[in-house]
């Protein structure tokens, strides 16, 4: 009866000991990983963590808590660092400060609504947006993005080259995707429907990438009619005239390129790209694109450009790692002027 006794207390006193080192371990572990590191990126990586940790255990008031941080670091934290190179770092830091805020607030709000899966999304929005000024700020520490990744990352960059040969300076409006990821199934629509504005005779962004099925928000924010149509095979529509200030909906439930343009206005060009699965990016004027939360598998790497070749790269990723190419495009066409949606020539020429 005794020994029994004694071989317990030893048991509980092994286990205790067990558990307060590994718990000592995980503190300094982790602490040891991103030592040296500015105390708001190291916040901001917490808080992401916490997130994490939350969402996977279906912990609304962990999710909220670790939301709020968040949303107070991006906004007094990284909008408050000021760094000191030049203009272009300083104004990137209030930009990816405020998206991460504002994404930070919309979290806050959807956890109050009990939306975890939608949280998700915003989740791995913020870590894109970690990731894409990741790339632009730490020169050959590219690998070094210290912070949990779920899933694969793959990043880049495209080089645009002209008709002539010139690299082109603005590497933007180019669509990065991959091919039949988990076979396409589980698709999971955006948490708010994209808006293509229409605004100073111009399509605003100009190139939109969607997941099939989405809803695409066409708003009138000009201060004169306009009469959005495409006649593409992918989808063919017509939302007829409509005034400043009104705005009408297409879903687009077939992937595909979608040419849109306006009947009044010949120069007025917008394109959606539909595709199979959420995995694309659409890369910034620095030509960088981020798709995170890949599962491991074998995949085509693809590229759309308004003007230029299809890049197609197989690709093999496992590990939760990080995956880095740079994707050279040719441009091998040129604008055309299209024609009305009666097939006729437009006659005004603005
Ligand atoms: C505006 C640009 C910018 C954004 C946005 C940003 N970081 Fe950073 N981050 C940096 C820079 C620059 C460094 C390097 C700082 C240094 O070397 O002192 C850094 C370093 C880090 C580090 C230190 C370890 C390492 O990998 O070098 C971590 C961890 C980190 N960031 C996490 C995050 C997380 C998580 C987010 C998103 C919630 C984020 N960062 C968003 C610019 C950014």
Not at 1 to 6: D, E, I, T, V
Not at 156 to 179: A, P
Request: proline share 4%; charged share 25%; with cysteine.
């Amino acid at each position: 009866m005794r020994g029994s006794r004694r071989i317990s207390a030893y048991l509980l006193l092994i286990s205790i000991v067990l558990l307060v080192s590994s718990w000592l371990f995980e503190i300094y572990g982790e602490e040891q990983r991103y030592f040296n590191a500015h105390p708001v990126m190291l916040a901001l990586s917490k808080a992401i963590t916490g997130l994490e940790k939350g969402l996977a255990g279906d912990d609304s008031a962990a999710v909220l808590s670790h939301a709020k941080t968040l949303k107070k670091i991006a906004g007094e934290g990284l909008l408050s660092i000021k760094p000191q190179k030049n203009e272009d770092m300083l104004q990137l830091f209030n930009e990816y400060g405020t998206k991460i805020n504002s994404l930070s607030s919309e979290m806050v709000n959807l956890v109050k609504k009990k939306n975890l899966a939608k949280v998700s999304q915003l989740v791995e929005e913020v870590r894109r947006t970690c990731i894409s000024c990741h790339m632009k700020f730490r020169t050959g520490n590219d690998e070094k993005g210290l912070f949990p990744l779920l899933g694969n990352v793959i990043t880049g960059k495209v080089k645009i080259l002209k008709l002539d040969g010139e690299k082109r300076t603005d590497r933007s409006n180019v669509v990065v995707f991959l091919d039949r990821v988990n076979n396409d199934a589980g698709v999971s629509l955006p948490r708010k429907n994209p808006v293509v504005s229409q605004k100073n005779r111009t399509f605003g962004p100009r190139v939109v990438p969607i997941v099939k099925g989405t809803t695409v928000d066409f708003p009138n924010d000009d201060i004169i009619f306009h009469n959005v149509f495409s006649l593409s095979k992918t989808q063919i529509f017509d939302l007829d005239i409509y005034s400043p200030g009104k705005s009408k909906s297409v879903t687009f439930p077939r992937s595909g390129w979608v040419k849109i343009y306006c009947n009044i206005h010949p120069k007025m060009v917008g394109h959606i790209i539909a595709l199979d699965n959420p995995f694309f990016s659409l890369t910034d004027q620095k030509g960088i694109f981020v798709i995170s939360g890949v599962p491991d598998g074998e995949y085509t790497l693809r590229t759309w450009h308004e003007f230029g070749n299809e890049v197609r790269k197989r690709i093999q990723v496992s590990g939760s790692s990080r995956y880095n190419y740079l994707l050279e495009i040719q441009e091998d066409k040129k604008f055309v002027q299209h024609k009305n949606k009666f097939g006729k020539r437009f006659k005004s020429k603005y």
